[in-house]
């Protein structure tokens, strides 16, 4: 039989959620918008989020407009918060807005991903 699942809410999920700027608990699940330099970022951003998403075994809610792609998290089996959630939105955080630290890879120019709710 599969162990129960710790869920998070009130302040402890506040606290969890305080290492994720950007995430925020929004009727028992935690959402995330990033916006986007229009369609073809929109759509590579949604791979992403699909491939680490497949690679782990547990798949978010998207919802894909022309400039923003927004993630909703978590655990149905659970009824609720959990880590896989936490875990997963760390892990999409951290691609969706990563970018060259300097070095030899210099970045794109575009205005790309952005942690703004609207298109960047």
Same mark, same amino acid.
């Given at each position: 039989?599969?162990?129960?699942?710790?869920?998070?809410?009130?302040?402890?999920?506040?606290?969890?959620?305080?290492?994720?700027?950007?995430?925020?608990?929004?009727?028992?699940?935690?959402?995330?918008?990033?916006?986007?330099?229009?369609?073809?970022?929109?759509?590579?951003?949604?791979?992403?989020?699909?491939?680490?998403?497949?690679?782990?075994?547990?798949?978010?809610?998207?919802?894909?407009?022309?400039? &923003?792609?927004?993630? =909703?998290?978590?655990?149905? #089996?659970?009824? !609720?918060? +959990?880590? *896989?959630?936490?875990?997963? $939105?760390?892990?999409?955080?951290? &691609?969706?807005?990563? =970018?060259?630290?300097?070095? #030899?890879?210099? !970045?794109? +120019?575009? *205005?790309?991903?952005?942690? $703004?709710?609207?298109?960047?």
């Amino acid at each position: 039989m599969p162990r129960q699942e710790t869920t998070y809410k009130g302040a402890e999920l506040s606290r969890r959620l305080a290492a994720l700027p950007g995430w925020a608990e929004k009727n028992g699940a935690i959402e995330r918008t990033y916006g986007t330099d229009g369609w073809p970022t929109t759509l590579m951003l949604v791979n992403t989020i699909g491939f680490i998403a497949e690679a782990s075994d547990h798949h978010p809610d998207l919802a894909v407009s022309w400039g &923003q792609v927004t993630v =909703r998290l978590n655990t149905h #089996s659970a009824g !609720g918060i +959990t880590d *896989k959630d936490l875990e997963l $939105a760390r892990a999409i955080e951290s &691609q969706a807005l990563w =970018r060259p630290s300097g070095g #030899s890879l210099t !970045g794109t +120019t575009k *205005k790309w991903v952005s942690g $703004a709710t609207t298109p960047a």
